[in-house]
């Protein structure tokens, strides 16, 4: 039995609600962004990229959000339904925002920035309107990401789909996904932050997204402490990640388990959240032990780190098995494991 149970007569194994954007990645990398000039052009968007993880994956999954009107709203669009996503409740903007554009900048394998263009933008504009019952009725598990909280009138639509959540036992997970854009100041952050994670089965976030979310309820606390805490609100499982130092799962027995990252060539140093996030989830979707999932997580971040793109490497459960069997072959059963 898993920390959490999820009802398996659900028709979809998950609905993420919040960003959709385009990634612009450079091809002629190891560089500043101002002397790049060829760039390769992916569907982004943490909740996107988790999405299409999962459905790589093999998992059902549905999704919630606004995308602009426009040859880019249709680029994502079309590759989400090549992925096997539904995409039934994506809404098109009626007043010309536009996606979000992200230019990344790879100037070593460990060094990477972002260059974000935020203003008028499609995902913010998810409306309660936008938000069906009946949907959310009929998935397993809804993603929150945090960024659908920064500003109305999507932090309502995310409030309102939380609700329908709740009443209807669905399992939801809370992505923290913290960027600065948007947001007007700390206390905004820390109040929407806590309010969703103190309705949350699940949640995922770095010590630095865990000290944001806490900011007015006790600043400073340890790893052990914020867990505590939230599992005292009801959180089955949460998970505080420390990049290249790795990432520890707390679970309501008051037991943790950690991993490390796996050993890789790194391309890039972004990326790997989305891909530990999605083949996590899916390893708790299956019923694995916590072990298993974080190790399953683990391997999906290190192929997406040595990898160019985000959305378009997810791995499949196949790619991610032999992945780990390879690294264990090279360096040993316990290569991951603390």
Same mark, same amino acid.
């Given at each position: 039995m898993g920390f959490v149970d999820f009802d398996e007569s659900r028709e979809f194994d998950m609905i993420p609600l919040g960003r959709v954007a385009v990634d612009f990645?450079?091809? *002629?990398?190891?560089k500043p962004l101002s002397e790049s000039t060829t760039f390769k052009k992916y569907l982004g968007g943490s909740p996107a990229n988790i999405a299409v993880g /999962?459905?790589? /994956? %093999?998992?059902?999954v549905g999704f919630i959000a606004r995308v602009s009107d426009d040859q880019? %709203? *249709?680029?994502?669009?079309?590759f989400f339904q090549k992925e096997g996503i539904d995409v039934s409740h994506i809404t098109r903007c009626t007043n010309g925002e536009k996606l979000g554009l992200t230019f990344t900048e790879i100037l070593s394998e460990t060094e990477s920035s972002i260059l974000m263009y935020r203003d008028r933008i499609a995902d913010l504009q998810l409306s309660v309107d936008d938000i069906d019952e009946e949907y959310i009725k009929r998935t397993k598990a809804l993603l929150i990401s945090g960024t659908a909280l920064a500003q109305s009138p999507s932090r309502e639509a995310a409030l309102k789909a939380l609700a329908f959540a709740k009443r209807n036992g669905v399992k939801v997970i809370f992505d923290i996904d913290y960027r600065p854009y948007n947001w007007k100041n700390a206390d905004e952050i820390a109040i929407y932050y806590s309010t969703v994670a103190g309705q949350s089965d699940i949640i995922l976030g770095s010590r630095e997204e865990f000290d944001l979310t806490e900011a007015l309820i006790e600043p400073g606390r340890t790893d052990e402490q914020t867990a505590a805490y939230w599992h005292k609100m009801g959180a089955k499982i949460v998970v505080i990640k420390h990049g290249k130092e790795g990432s520890t799962a707390y679970t309501d027995d008051g037991r943790d388990y950690s991993i490390r990252p796996f050993p890789v060539k790194l391309l890039k140093s972004f990326g790997g959240g989305d891909g530990y996030a999605s083949a996590f989830l899916y390893g708790l979707l299956e019923g694995w032990d916590i072990m298993d999932a974080l190790e399953f997580g683990s391997a999906s971040a290190a192929m997406l780190v040595a990898s160019h793109a985000c959305s378009q490497d997810m791995p499949s459960a196949e790619a991610v098995k032999e992945f780990i069997a390879k690294e264990k072959a090279e360096y040993g059963d316990m290569v991951a494991r603390v």
């Amino acid at each position: 039995m898993g920390f959490v149970d999820f009802d398996e007569s659900r028709e979809f194994d998950m609905i993420p609600l919040g960003r959709v954007a385009v990634d612009f990645n450079p091809v *002629d990398y190891y560089k500043p962004l101002s002397e790049s000039t060829t760039f390769k052009k992916y569907l982004g968007g943490s909740p996107a990229n988790i999405a299409v993880g /999962l459905a790589r /994956l %093999g998992k059902k999954v549905g999704f919630i959000a606004r995308v602009s009107d426009d040859q880019m %709203g *249709d680029f994502v669009t079309n590759f989400f339904q090549k992925e096997g996503i539904d995409v039934s409740h994506i809404t098109r903007c009626t007043n010309g925002e536009k996606l979000g554009l992200t230019f990344t900048e790879i100037l070593s394998e460990t060094e990477s920035s972002i260059l974000m263009y935020r203003d008028r933008i499609a995902d913010l504009q998810l409306s309660v309107d936008d938000i069906d019952e009946e949907y959310i009725k009929r998935t397993k598990a809804l993603l929150i990401s945090g960024t659908a909280l920064a500003q109305s009138p999507s932090r309502e639509a995310a409030l309102k789909a939380l609700a329908f959540a709740k009443r209807n036992g669905v399992k939801v997970i809370f992505d923290i996904d913290y960027r600065p854009y948007n947001w007007k100041n700390a206390d905004e952050i820390a109040i929407y932050y806590s309010t969703v994670a103190g309705q949350s089965d699940i949640i995922l976030g770095s010590r630095e997204e865990f000290d944001l979310t806490e900011a007015l309820i006790e600043p400073g606390r340890t790893d052990e402490q914020t867990a505590a805490y939230w599992h005292k609100m009801g959180a089955k499982i949460v998970v505080i990640k420390h990049g290249k130092e790795g990432s520890t799962a707390y679970t309501d027995d008051g037991r943790d388990y950690s991993i490390r990252p796996f050993p890789v060539k790194l391309l890039k140093s972004f990326g790997g959240g989305d891909g530990y996030a999605s083949a996590f989830l899916y390893g708790l979707l299956e019923g694995w032990d916590i072990m298993d999932a974080l190790e399953f997580g683990s391997a999906s971040a290190a192929m997406l780190v040595a990898s160019h793109a985000c959305s378009q490497d997810m791995p499949s459960a196949e790619a991610v098995k032999e992945f780990i069997a390879k690294e264990k072959a090279e360096y040993g059963d316990m290569v991951a494991r603390v």
